[in-house]
């Protein structure tokens, strides 16, 4: 008689969740299956961040990620495996500026902010002659200080303040949504990576010899990355896995061996739970388990951003020929963080009328508290990013057409000591829940290939336990 298939349930259906449950149906190395998945939702959408939709009369112009890491090869290996391989782009050569007194392209050769020589430096009109002699000096500074696990504090200390503030903080912060001076470096793993060696700048030219043959950083699905989800899901199903939608998770409780799944029309039973939903979310429904565990969920920092994406006219749009946009450090900040010029970036984002597609974000961490800009309507919202560019760049851009999604709490702010306070969470789990696993943003990543690769690793973890233990992980 065959054996009951252990049930796995995965909460939250966003890149974490989907590749999670398409891993556990299809594992890695080749090995049949060993369990029934289901994913519960509690949203309509499935994607989560990732939320692609027409604009301008293109089919799918991304709302969120546009794009993953692909130099992570999970990411282009799982694209590739469920059917994207023909339709993958890469963004096309425009350079990125930075916003100070005016447009400055980014100098060549930087990691993450961090430059990898002096020359570059010494050729860009962005930082002072004194800023660049600081940090022309990195290499003869003794080892770092204690910089208490803080990007700001690190950079600072090694190549001073005007490349933390016009290079690594509008770089790293424009990812992250953060600010950096609060925000954990050991999350931040190509910078973590450089604080092994004496110098950082020397570290940095190394690591970047050795990638420079390893091809484009980002890559694609043309239709959106809403592609990339929808392929999962398909797959998913496909494989005889469930996805339910607009069913949130109330509570998990623990019954001896398995676990008991509310939610506020049913309840469901599993032998092993993966977690993917954002910390403050997973916080309620996991404090039946613990509720320190709980707490320290509660209490992790989100920020919230606004992208508005416009579709632009205006006479001098050549202007920005060859450039993917810019971004604005936060001594010139006002409310727009970034501009990307979404149709210089994409070759396929053109709607071929001579307009162009622009994504403008708004807000960030640590932003003036009365600076709450998605509480702002569209008109305003549309108005002060018309504004802003102008002042920015000297254009008048017209926008013919907008598109307005506010992200709020979106952005998990992974502060000092993140990494610590995300294993005291797991051991908190591992003896009173150890079927219950945490992944994606909220933990060990914010990228979409960090969360594709988190999701593969809990997966194998969870697919290994089950065919260790028959279910059973304790
Ligand atoms: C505007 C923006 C731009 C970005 N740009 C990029 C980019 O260009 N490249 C990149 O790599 N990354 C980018 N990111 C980051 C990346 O998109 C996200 O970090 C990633 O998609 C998060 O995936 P996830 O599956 O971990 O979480 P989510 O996508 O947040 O999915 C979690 C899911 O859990 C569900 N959920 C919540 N509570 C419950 C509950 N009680 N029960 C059941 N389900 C629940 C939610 O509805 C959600 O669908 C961007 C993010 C944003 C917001």
């Known amino acids: 008689m065959n054996e009951p298939r252990a049930h796995v ?7 974490t969740g989907l590749t999670a449950a398409h891993r556990l149906l299809n594992p890695l190395d080749g090995s049949t299956s060993n369990v029934r998945v289901t994913v519960i939702e509690s949203s309509s959408h499935i994607g989560g961040k990732i939320r692609t939709s027409p604009f301008a009369g293109l089919g799918g112009v991304d709302e969120g990620p546009d794009s993953y890491l692909a130099r992570v090869p999970a990411a282009g290996r799982l694209a590739r495996e469920v059917g994207l391989t023909t339709s993958l782009t890469n963004p096309t050569d425009a350079h990125a500026s930075v916003m100070h007194g005016g ?12 430059p990898t020589g002096a020359m570059s430096l010494a050729r860009s009109g962005l930082l002072t002659w004194r800023g660049k002699i600081r940090a022309a000096l990195e290499p003869v500074l003794p080892s770092s200080g204690d910089h208490r696990d803080s990007v700001g504090n690190f950079v600072r200390q090694r190549f001073g303040r005007e490349v933390h503030e016009l290079l690594v903080d509008p770089l790293v912060g424009g990812i992250y949504a953060a600010d950096t001076t609060n925000f954990s470096l050991a999350t931040v793993p190509q910078l973590a990576d450089l604080t092994h060696g004496r ?6 030219r190394r690591r970047r010899a050795a990638a420079t043959s390893s ?10 990355l809403g592609a990339l989800t929808a392929a999962l899901t398909d797959s998913v199903r496909r494989r005889g896995g469930d996805i339910l939608t607009e069913t949130p998770v109330t509570a998990i409780r623990r019954e001896g061996h398995t676990y008991r799944i509310e939610t506020p029309t049913s309840s469901l039973d599993a032998d092993q739970i993966i977690v993917t939903s954002p910390a403050a979310m997973s916080a309620s429904f996991l404090r039946p388990l613990s509720s320190e565990l709980a707490d320290m969920l509660a209490t992790s920092e989100h920020a919230s951003v606004v992208m508005v994406t416009v579709r632009a006219t205006g006479s001098d749009l050549a202007r920005f020929d060859g450039m993917s946009g810019y971004l604005v450090p936060k001594p010139d900040q006002r409310r727009v963080t970034a501009a990307s010029f979404g149709s210089n970036k994409w070759a396929h984002w053109n709607p071929g009328d001579g307009s162009m597609i622009m994504r403008v974000s708004l807000g960030r961490d640590g932003a003036p508290t009365h600076d709450l800009v998605h509480e702002w309507d569209d008109d305003r919202l549309v108005r002060q990013v018309v504004d802003e560019m102008r002042d920015h760049t000297g254009v008048d851009i017209t926008p013919v057409e907008h598109r307005v999604t506010r992200w709020e709490h979106s952005f998990p702010q992974y502060r000092p000591g993140h990494l610590a306070r995300v294993a005291s969470m797991e051991a908190i789990l591992m003896s009173r829940a150890p079927g219950v696993r945490l992944a994606g943003a909220s933990v060990r990543g914010i990228g979409v290939a960090s969360c594709i690769t988190q999701a593969e690793s809990v997966s194998a973890t969870v697919s290994a336990t089950i065919a260790d233990t028959g279910h059973l992980r304790d």
């Open 215 to 224: 091809g484009p950083v980002f890559e694609t699905p043309r239709s959106g």
């Open 9 to 15: 349930v995965v909460i939250g259906a966003g890149i």
């Open 103 to 114: 447009l400055h392209r980014i100098p060549d050769g930087l990691m993450m902010g961090v």
């Open 199 to 204: 110098s950082v700048l020397l570290t940095a």
